[in-house]
């Protein structure tokens, strides 16, 4: 089960994890996943056994935010960008800014 402690505030930066249902699984081994608040059938490689109905985890990061409209735009570790409302994120790792060291 995905834990949903999401903050209000995401940077860029932030990994974070999307959960897709799976439409439909071509004989090529990929499947169509549905993604909450992305208006398009989306491909990804579909683990085996995968059936429609099923429920996958997509992970990215978040490369763009419009504040305005309440939107993300993610790059998914599977090679594409899409841009989905906030309200879809299920889970949120933040980016840790590396420490500079002390100037002496």
């Known amino acids: 089960m995905l834990h949903y402690s ?10 974070v994890a999307l959960t ?7 004989p090529s081994g990929r499947a169509r996943v ?11 490689d579909a683990p085996p056994k995968a059936r429609a109905g099923d ?4 992970v990215g990061d ?3 935010i419009d504040r305005e409209a309440n939107k993300l735009t993610v790059r998914i570790d599977c090679g ?4 989905i409302d906030k309200s879809a994120i299920a889970r949120l790792r933040k980016h ?8 002496h």
Do not use: N
């Not at 840790?96 to 100037?103: G, I, L, T, V």
């Open 6 to 15: 999401v903050p209000r505030e995401f940077e860029i930066g932030d990994e």
């Open 20 to 26: 897709s249902t799976v439409i439909t699984v071509l």
């Open 34 to 44: 549905s993604i909450p608040s992305y208006d398009h059938p989306y491909p990804v």
């Open 55 to 58: 429920k996958l985890v997509l």
């Open 62 to 64: 978040i490369i763009r």
């Open 80 to 83: 594409g960008v899409i841009t």
């Open 96 to 103: 840790r800014q590396r420490s500079r060291p002390d100037a």
